[in-house]
């Protein structure tokens, strides 16, 4: 007895059936975890444009990741704060990152360390170049080795400038670090989604703002012109940053290249969510409906803040597994 028309319900009556019908599912691999590093020891120094997101040292990192890893994560992203500023620091060998990445590895030898490359938290005026586009892409390129050195498995450029893959590329080869990737930013578009990072990392430009080489949000046929490009250059793997704001972007390039497409879930987008939830605007659940979103849209990564959440150590999402939930109710 065919009805005319189709019965969908039969797919959601339990959570059993929905279990089996659900076509996207949320791994523990699924994330990186992106972290402010500091020198020193025990110090977790709070933020304040983002709620329960600390400016950790290295020791402090070490004891919050034990839980995290133990329930699957399989990558961090470093973001170096450094006390004082001077861009020297950002390619010395015993700056900040390059300290944090062997103490890592010795804890955790399987986790994935991707550094973030760029000099705005370093600068004296907070913006990501020193003026001149292809001498900022040498520095970048010396921060990328000693990130290498240092241990780094994959190296992310963030800081938009033209051919900083390929001058990253160039000096990783011919240094022999043939094998560290770049996951490189290839699409992040001057958004203001990373006014909170901006307190976090203290790289707010001093004067004026990065729209001179971020892309205009506008713009989504340059951003696949922007990744086919860094993909030409040597990029391993391509960044779309922000995510929610994005997503159509996230999913265009994850149909058109075969490279892995990691999406940004970026501070602002962290920020507001969480505040609504605390403040009690929303259900919290709106968390992991968010990341779902990120990964139907295409990305095949999530670089978001909310894994301590949906690894259930901070309590939000405490007892739900990240690889089977219901979103909604
Ligand atoms: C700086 C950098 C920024 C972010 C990552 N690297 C800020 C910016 O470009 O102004 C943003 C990350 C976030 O908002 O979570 N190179
Ligand atoms: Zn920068």
């Not at 961090?76 to 004082?84: A, D, E, I, Q, Y």
């Not at 050195?149 to 938009?160: F, T, Y």
């Not at 501070?267 to 507001?272: H, N, P, V």
Request: aromatic content about 10%.
């Amino acid at each position: 007895m065919t009805p005319g028309f189709r019965r969908f319900r039969t797919t959601r009556v339990d959570e059993k059936t929905r279990t089996a019908f659900r076509e996207t599912v949320l791994y523990a691999d699924d994330f990186i975890w992106p972290v402010f590093c500091v020198d020193g020891r025990g110090r977790k120094e709070e933020i304040s444009s983002m709620p329960e997101v600390y400016r950790l040292s290295a020791d402090v990192l070490i004891d919050t990741l034990y839980p995290l890893v133990e329930k699957g994560l399989r990558s961090v992203m470093l973001f170096g704060v450094p006390n004082s500023k001077g861009i020297e620091q950002a390619w010395n060998d015993s700056g900040i990152v390059q300290q944090f990445i062997p103490q890592l590895k010795e804890q955790f030898p399987e986790l994935g360390i991707i550094t973030d490359v760029c000099i705005c938290s370093y600068s004296n005026d907070g913006h990501c170049h020193i003026g001149d586009n292809d001498r900022t892409g040498e520095i970048l390129a010396k921060i990328a080795l000693s990130h290498a050195r240092a241990g780094a498995d994959i190296v992310a450029p963030s800081a938009m400038m033209d051919g900083q893959v390929y001058y990253i590329r160039k000096e990783l080869e011919s240094e022999g670090f043939d094998d560290v990737k770049i996951m490189s930013y290839a699409a992040k578009f001057a958004s203001s989604y990373y006014s909170p990072f901006r307190n976090a990392a203290d790289c707010t430009p001093q004067s004026g703002d990065r729209s001179g080489y971020q892309m205009d949000p506008a713009n989504g046929n340059e951003a696949m012109e922007e990744i086919e490009e860094d993909i030409r250059q040597g990029a391993d793997s391509v960044i779309v940053k922000p995510a929610l704001a994005y997503l159509d972007i996230v999913n265009r390039a994850s149909d058109m290249f075969s490279v892995p497409v990691i999406a940004y879930n970026v501070s602002g987008e962290y920020s507001l969510l969480l505040k609504g939830v605390r403040d009690g605007l929303i259900n919290e659940q709106v968390i992991l409906e968010t990341l779902l979103s990120v990964k139907r849209a295409g990305a095949q990564r999530t670089i978001s803040y909310f894994v301590p959440f949906v690894f259930g150590r901070d309590g939000v999402l405490e007892k739900r597994s990240v690889s089977a939930f219901a979103v909604g109710s």
